[in-house]
């Protein structure tokens, strides 16, 4: 009998520890004078890879079970800088076709990324992006 109190208490926490779990997506800068992450010596129309959008790729796409931690969903992996240059179909030609700007504005919820239920990239974070990309995709950081 105490055998079955346990399981019983034991299945009880587990449910409420996993459906307390929640993944809240890191903001990140956004070019409308709120970037409040960036030192004040970096310049503003530089889009900064390691202090920009390196985080909001690792909080929002590089996680487990999508495109980090050993996940490549669809061949995309994008743990590294060099990951994402390889595997995010980046076209400094013409960047607005770039695969990766293409899965963060796409109007149908089953291409957009990330996925439902994680909560879609601000307008302010897909321009991050855009921007990046359209400076050369630079692996580049502000150095005071």
């Not at 956004?30 to 920009?52: V, W």
């Not at 790729?57 to 969903?73: E, K, L, P, R, Y």
């Not at 992996?77 to 060099?82: A, G, I, N, P, T």
Request: hydrophobic share 35%; glycine share 6%; aromatic share 6%.
């Amino acid at each position: 009998m105490k055998k079955h109190i346990f399981s019983a208490f034991a299945v009880v926490v587990l449910f409420q520890l996993v459906s307390s779990c929640t993944h809240e997506p890191v903001e990140g800068p956004n070019r409308g004078g709120l970037r409040t992450t960036l030192d004040p010596s970096c310049d503003p129309g530089i889009a900064y890879f390691k202090e920009e959008t390196e985080p909001l790729i690792q909080a929002n796409c590089a996680v487990t079970g999508c495109h980090g931690n050993g996940s490549s969903s669809r061949g995309v992996k994008l743990d590294s800088y060099q990951d994402i240059i390889s595997t995010a179909g980046i076209n400094l030609n013409n960047p607005e076709s770039s695969n990766l700007y293409q899965v963060l504005i796409d109007e149908n919820e089953s291409n957009r990324m990330p996925p439902a239920p994680r909560a879609a990239f601000t307008q302010d974070q897909i321009n991050e992006v855009l921007l990046w990309i359209e400076q050369g995709a630079q692996n580049n950081e502000c150095q005071e």
